[in-house]
């Protein structure tokens, strides 16, 4: 089982505090993940300003606000950058963050050097942008929140395409040329090799029934490429089931106080919670061991113990026949197996017991 890559996910919950941002850099240091993810994106670049909230964002910042004034706020400015991504490297945590828009996709890959890409579930549809993010020759990570197996599969193969062909200038004639990268072996193996899909379920919170938990390993039997989970739901059990079943990555919200403003916080875990789920998801590699189905060491001093053996159920004189009226099982387990049981049935006793004997007659 592989090592399971845990990205506490940041987000804009920093709520464009420069103190807070650096905040949450300890408390995910704190928690043990392994890395911190925050979103980079200009809001002129990425909303217009006649676009409405979600449901979820009605409910947690000011009706009067629009969609555009929530992440206006939100952003986290280019400069504060290179200093987080200076004390992330100072507390030995990778510095992630997810880009929504072509700028913020050139500065993190140009200014910030950074060397894997999340992309939102939401631009799994962004066909342009998609390409660019493959043409950058980063690792990506793609959440898949609200899409079909269909719109995956078109989204790898932009993806590839982008893999193959790194020139930003070299765009496909038709889409023809996208399905061709797909199936080429040598796209194959790139998607392979650096792409990860997140099976997450975009609503904030994700109540159990709507987690479908069944889809990561859809996904992954659809695609071949290792699959992951994004978390919204309540609390830290799902994340930890998940690696259960396979996710190499996971990736969950937190906060530093769930009271605090803003679009995300109320579906965040707080900090003791962060750190007691990547326990739980660490657990689990341990938990789950090789799958050999064998005695652990510990069984086996066991087994004398908890097995049982043939005993006399009466006394027994030689040349007595064994039957199921002198014959029993009992613990001590250090003698004869009772699944020799029949072999004894029938057969002359070569020597005395008493009662509660062990049966050591070799047969």
């Not at 043409?135 to 790898?156: H, R």
């Not at 590839?160 to 080429?184: D, M, R, V, W």
């Not at 006394?315 to 250090?334: C, Q, V, W, Y």
Request: glycine share 6%; net charge neutral.
């Amino acid at each position: 089982m592989k090592d399971v890559f845990i990205i506490a996910e940041a987000g804009v919950n920093h709520n464009g505090d420069y103190k807070l941002a650096f905040a949450l850099i300890d408390a995910a240091v704190l928690a043990g993940a392994d890395a911190i993810k925050f979103q980079t994106f200009l809001a002129e670049n990425v909303v217009t300003k006649k676009a409405k909230k979600a449901a979820y964002q009605e409910l947690t910042t000011s009706p009067s606000e629009s969609q555009f004034d929530m992440i206006k706020k939100l952003e986290l400015p280019y400069e504060w950058h290179f200093d987080l991504l200076k004390y992330c490297k100072k507390k030995g945590i990778e510095f992630l963050s997810t880009a929504f828009d072509l700028d913020s996709l050139n500065f993190l890959v140009n200014d910030i050097k950074i060397k894997t890409l999340k992309i939102a579930s939401g631009e799994i549809t962004n066909g342009p942008f998609l390409l660019a993010c493959a043409q950058k020759q980063c690792n990506l990570i793609v959440s898949t929140g609200m899409a079909t197996l269909g719109e995956i599969e078109k989204a790898l193969s932009i993806i590839a395409f982008g893999f193959l062909n790194e020139t930003s200038s070299l765009t496909p004639h038709s889409t023809l040329e996208f399905q061709k990268a797909y199936c080429s072996s040598r796209g194959k193996q790139l998607l392979k090799e650096r792409v990860t899909l997140l099976h997450c379920t975009t609503e904030y919170p994700t109540p159990p029934s709507n987690v479908n938990l069944g889809a990561m390993k859809s996904i992954h039997s659809a695609f071949g490429i290792d699959v992951g989970y994004s978390d919204h739901s309540k609390g830290i059990t799902v994340p930890i089931v998940a690696t259960t079943l396979g996710a190499t990555i996971i990736e969950k919200h937190f906060t530093i106080d769930r009271s605090l403003p803003g679009p995300d916080h109320k579906a965040s875990l707080e900090p003791d919670e962060l750190k007691d789920m990547i326990k739980g998801v660490r657990m689990v590699k341990e938990i789950m061991g090789d799958g050999l189905k064998i005695p652990m060491p510990s069984e086996v001093e066991n087994k004398s113990v908890a097995r049982k053996s043939l005993i006399a159920a009466t006394d027994i004189s030689i040349g007595d026949t064994f039957t199921s009226e002198n014959l029993t099982a009992k613990r001590p387990g250090t003698g004869i197996s009772p699944m020799l049981y029949w072999n004894y049935l029938g057969k002359k006793s070569k020597k005395n017991y008493e009662l509660n004997d062990l049966i050591d007659d070799e047969r």
